[in-house]
């Protein structure tokens, strides 16, 4: 095997997951030759992160990001990996395992390393097809396939596996509904104010929640239909997701004889009942406790490898774990105990519910045992190392729950004092790994590393939930100092290295005027691109060359390509352009009579002051714009990366409260920028007055009228996370509006990343920087003005008008149903 010496020791690892490997990196820096060593897994893939899956369904990171060691790793420290063929027999006596493809491995030690398995309720259909457990990557795959050919999914489970996985279906299209046994969410990891925070936020994405949910059945004839409850309800669905938890996987242990309860039994020194077989992971049960998460497992993994390399003394001794949920913009930690348990014990909270934040600690004397964060949780790895060093907190009690920096300063630090330069070596940072201070800093100096991505590739730390990522930072900062190089930007993708500002650099610098000439001179690893960079070259190349390069549909989400936003049921959406929110009787009527003729279910007033006319079928669309065009209406690009709206206030010609005439200045900015390509969708808005009826200072652009002239505020943002405008510039007439407005929405075209709105763009470079570039620089101002109209001469053509007189036929035509 790999050429490796048979005399020494045999170490078979039954288990390719993150607890079997973790223990041979572990042993194999302890001991590097002490053992040749086999490995049987039972997927077909080199190990991965099994808690980043959640990450895959929801499209933030794809299968290569979360391969922990890669085939090659396995090869360079002489390990058998045997992927694809599980274990199916285990002979202690003879000491050997039988896998299912008939290999046999004779082993000296051996490491069960397997895991647990989804727990499948005993009720009718469990079995149909479209059940599905979420657990490892091909349920991944099997989930992305259903929302692409499905339209609604129940998760039965509202714990910390099927919130992550209601939203990753959630994030692909489908409409999502969780059935969950309990009245609150998480109800492991949350106290009741937490868990009804969380379900408000998830509610107003869009999942739909049934609590107090026994499932009693789920129903369907060929196929899954729907789900029943015990009171009767019925839940819709044609793809079920399984997550009310796991069990440890002791049906190999139990086969061998081994002892087993709830899990395969080991002691402190991670042994099973047989003295040459050990066994770390979820398959364990130790003093009468199992495991679910992953910090434990490498504490496991460390005892387990230091046994295995001669420590006599290594024992295991289970620490205070957090939970932290991974869903886009929901902060969650939890740690230890969620209330207080008898008199001894009582509660320090703080609760703000319209801001969306609670932290609440549960304290025993002065030390405290359990901890529940929500919306903030930047001190959850403080309190947790407090828990778990049992520290007295008597000098900070009454400022620990307002965190780290604050509590600190009774204690007489100053603010450098307060950095990680202070920080203990065994204080852990990354909780998702089980990294700490003293291992990243040891690495960065053995390894000489200067960035952040280094870092996470000899640590692991910060690599997967990423929220201990501003400490790993500083560690960095702080161990360099003033060594460290700027961090290279993240790849576009996995087919360049380059980043966003080098590609569109790269596009003007040479001249590259196609996707082809981009890919091969900046050497794609894939001549064809990707999902992600196809998309983002084409807009790139939007920008950089208008009317010389030909925009590629292909390339664009199906929204974009056929003009209309699709619906959870597979219709769409049309909704036309009202300059400035202002109608007429001929629009009006025009809608009115188009959504009778067409037999439109549902027309709906906008936020943006528009009329949405929905449930149209896409063969409907070319007919349903030609009826619109011909009282005037264009596409309102409610689909696009493009302008949106300008919302309007009626201002001074109307509103006794009006400073200037806002609906005028509207429509002009509007009829100014409608059609424009941008990096994100853009939405706009003028107020007459400082009372901001149009919502001025939560839009991307917004003009707030005052008596002398206008206040430009840019970067706001009324989405999941709202962000107030930040304050541009004061002008006095209106053509300096459309000047700035026209200047602001070029430069962002032009320097932010594609899919990056204006918020994030902004908080990036500061509004200082666009100061510079469009206040104080007057020249630059026009050049990105002029360049903005010119760019308009290419765009201001109604896509409508094009496809009702048969432009893309092709993407009309009716389909038959998926089933």
Not at 2 to 18: A, D, K, W
Not at 324 to 329: A, D
Not at 452 to 468: E, F, I, N, P, Y
Not at 472 to 499: D, N, S, Y
């Amino acid at each position: 095997m790999n050429g490796i010496s048979p005399s020494r020791e045999h170490l078979v690892v039954v288990g390719n997951g993150m607890a079997g490997m973790r223990t041979v990196e572990e042993l194999k820096a302890r001991a590097p030759s002490r053992y040749r060593i086999t490995v049987f897994g039972a997927e077909p893939y080199a190990n991965y992160n099994r808690i980043a899956l959640s990450a895959v369904l929801a499209g933030d990171k794809s299968l290569d990001d979360i391969v922990i060691n890669p085939r090659a790793w396995y090869e360079e420290n002489g390990l058998d990996l045997i992927a694809g063929d599980p274990v199916l027999k285990l002979d202690p006596v003879t000491k050997t395992v039988t896998s299912v493809g008939g290999r046999v491995a004779r082993y000296d030690r051996l490491l069960l390393a397997v895991g647990s398995k989804p727990i499948a309720p005993p009720i009718p259909g469990v079995n149909l097809p479209g059940v599905r457990a979420f657990r490892d990557i091909a349920d991944v795959e099997a989930m992305i396939d259903a929302a692409t050919h499905r339209k609604r999914a129940v998760v039965i489970g509202g714990g910390l596996l099927g919130l992550e996985a209601a939203w990753g279906l959630k994030r692909r299209g489908m409409s999502v509904a969780v059935v969950h046994l309990m009245t609150t969410l998480m109800e492991r990891q949350l106290d009741e104010p937490a868990a009804h925070l969380l379900q408000h936020e998830l509610d107003s994405r869009g999942i739909a929640f049934f609590t107090n949910g026994q499932t009693e059945e789920i129903y369907g004839t060929d196929r899954v239909e729907g789900v029943r409850l015990a009171d009767g309800r019925e839940v819709p669905a044609d793809f079920v997701v399984l997550a009310i938890g796991v069990r440890p996987n002791v049906a190999l242990a139990k086969q061998a004889g081994l002892n087993i309860n709830r899990g395969i039994v080991v002691g402190d020194d991670m042994r099973t009942s047989d003295p040459a077989v050990y066994a770390v992971g979820e398959c364990i049960e130790h003093n009468g406790q199992t495991f679910g998460l992953v910090a434990p497992l490498w504490e496991q993994a460390k005892v387990c490898a230091a046994r295995l390399a001669g420590d006599a003394a290594a024992v295991y001794v289970p620490q205070p774990v957090f939970t932290s949920l991974k869903i886009t913009g929901i902060d969650v930690f939890s740690a230890g105990a969620l209330t207080a348990a008898d008199a001894d014990d009582d509660e320090i909270t703080l609760h703000d519910a319209k801001r969306g934040k609670y932290k609440k600690l549960v304290m025993r004397g002065d030390r405290v045992i359990g901890a529940v964060l929500y919306g903030d949780v930047a001190d959850g790895t403080w309190y947790l190392q407090l828990m778990r060093h049992s520290n007295d907190i008597a000098m900070i009690r009454d400022r620990l729950i307002f965190g780290r920096a604050f509590a600190e300063q009774a204690l007489g630090r100053n603010e450098a004092e307060m950095d990680v330069a202070v920080m203990p070596e065994s204080e852990q940072v990354c909780g998702c790994n089980g990294v700490n201070q003293g291992k990243i800093r040891a690495t960065i100096a053995a390894k000489h590393l200067t960035t952040l991505d280094q870092v996470r590739a000899h640590t692991k730390a910060s690599a997967s939930c990423g929220q201990c990522t501003p400490i790993v930072r500083a560690i960095l900062a702080q161990t360099v100092g003033g060594a460290a190089p700027a961090e290279k930007a993240a790849a576009m993708c996995g087919c360049t290295e380059f980043g966003h500002d080098e590609v569109r650099k790269a596009i003007v610098a040479r001249g590259l005027r196609t996707q082809a000439d981009a890919r091969r001179e900046l050497g794609w690893k894939n001549a064809d691109g990707c999902q992600k960079c196809r998309p983002a070259l084409n807009y790139y190349l939007l920008c950089a060359w208008p009317g010389e390069y030909r925009d590629d549909s292909r390339s664009r989400f199906v929204n974009e390509r056929v003009h209309a936003n699709i619906q959870k049921d597979g219709t769409y959406s049309v909704v036309p352009r009202m300059w400035g929110g202002v109608t007429t009787p001929r629009e009006l009527r025009a809608i009115a009579d188009a959504a009778e003729k067409h037999g439109i279910p549902t027309v709906k007033v906008t936020g943006g002051q528009r009329i949405d006319m929905l449930g149209a079928r896409k063969d409907q669309l070319p007919g349903i714009w030609a009826d619109l065009n011909q009282a005037g209406l264009v596409s309102g690009h409610a689909y696009g990366k493009a302008l949106r709206t300008v919302k309007t206030c009626v201002g001074s010609e109307w509103c006794r409260f009006g400073t200037q005439d806002s609906t005028g200045l509207g429509i002009k900015i509007e009829k100014m920028c409608w059609g424009s390509y941008t990096p994100h969708k853009v939405k706009l808005a003028v107020s007459g007055c400082p009372r901001n009826c149009a919502e001025a200072t939560i839009k991307d652009l917004g003009v707030v009228c005052i008596e002398a002239g206008y206040d430009i505020m840019v970067g706001g943002n009324g989405g999941v996370t709202v962000r107030v405008t930040d304050k541009l510039v004061r002008v006095t007439t209106e053509a300096e509006v459309l000047e700035y407005v026209g200047a602001f929405l070029q430069l962002y075209r032009e320097e932010a990343h594609y899919l990056e709105r204006t918020a994030p763009w902004i908080e990036r470079h500061g509004i200082e920087y666009l100061k510079r570039l469009l206040v104080d620089d007057a020249e630059n101002r026009r050049a990105l003005y002029a360049r903005f109209l010119y760019s308009q001469r290419f765009w201001q053509t109604d896509p409508w008008a094009e496809r009702a007189a048969g432009a893309d036929a092709h993407e009309y035509a009716a389909l038959e149903t998926v089933g």
